[in-house]
């Protein structure tokens, strides 16, 4: 019985992983932007429901979930178009840069919102669970669905529409891309766009598991970090498996242990370290026709 409710536990865990690190596979993974502010772009999609709570009650998260995804997005075009894109191929620059931009969006939401966190109330069918053995919370079972979704939608987006195939080629050759008449400056906004609008849906997601507050984007960057390092750099399915690898390993570190979320952390993090000296580009590599 502790196996399973810790499996449901990392599952959960896992989502919100996959969710918090889905647009860090476009900027990250296949731009090599390191993306500090990504955090943030998670926080303004919680701030999003919080504030249309008060125009549409209850069902102010469903609202926000395209809302949100609007809002990361042209945040995340705004940053491409007046600073990142100047930085290309200077993935340190970037995450100076970044990194003081998202000093200055936590102070901006701490000037609008103030500084005391706040709460988004979740819509009446999400309170309660469902017993299958363990309790398994709606919430979570809502997040889970949530990424599914989510990243079914990259896929066929990836695969099926002329925009999403622009980008692979983009991602596995710039150069020949661009010979070849792709524009690779409307790519890059259309990636940083879609890869911040996830940001925002993630933020969302994480209004019904706790609270929402200015620092709350930077709670989750580096393990969304961690989950595209060790799924491979711009691998989806990578992400995928990584995202609830490092949610399971989570969970049970800290029902095995007494030093809790604190140690767990530590584990993860040394687990990572120590699989990517075996794998050092990641669960999968991406292939190319570049020569080399």
Known sequence: MGTLNQLVIGASIGAVLLLASLG??????????INMAHGEFIMAGA?????????????AVLVALPVAFAVGGVLGLILERLFIRRFYGRPLDTLLLTWGISLILQQVARDVFGAPN???????WLTGGIDVGVRIPYNRVFILVLAVGCVAAI????????????????????????????ATGRVDQ?????????????????????????????GYIVDAFLVVVAGGLGQLRGAVIAAFALGVLNSFVEFWT???????????????????????????????????
Do not use: D
């Open 47 to 59: 701030y999003t429901a919080y504030v249309l709570q008060p125009l549409v009650g209850e069902q």
């Open 118 to 124: 706040v709460q988004v109330t979740a819509p009446g």
């Open 155 to 182: 896929s066929l987006y990836l695969s099926k529409l002329r925009q999403g195939r622009r980008m692979r080629a983009v991602m596995q050759n710039r150069q020949l891309a661009a010979v070849s008449g792709v």
């Open 24 to 33: 860090l596979t476009f900027t990250f993974g296949q731009m090599g932007v």
């Open 258 to 292: 007494a030093n809790g979320a604190s140690f767990a952390k530590v584990v993860v993090f040394a687990v990572i370290i120590a699989f990517l000296q075996f794998r050092p580009q990641g669960m999968f590599v991406l292939r190319s026709r570049a020569l080399t």
């Open 190 to 218: 259309a990636t940083f766009f879609i890869g911040s609008g996830l940001a925002g849906v993630a933020g969302v997601a994480l209004t019904l598991i706790g609270p929402v507050g200015p620092t709350l984007g930077s």
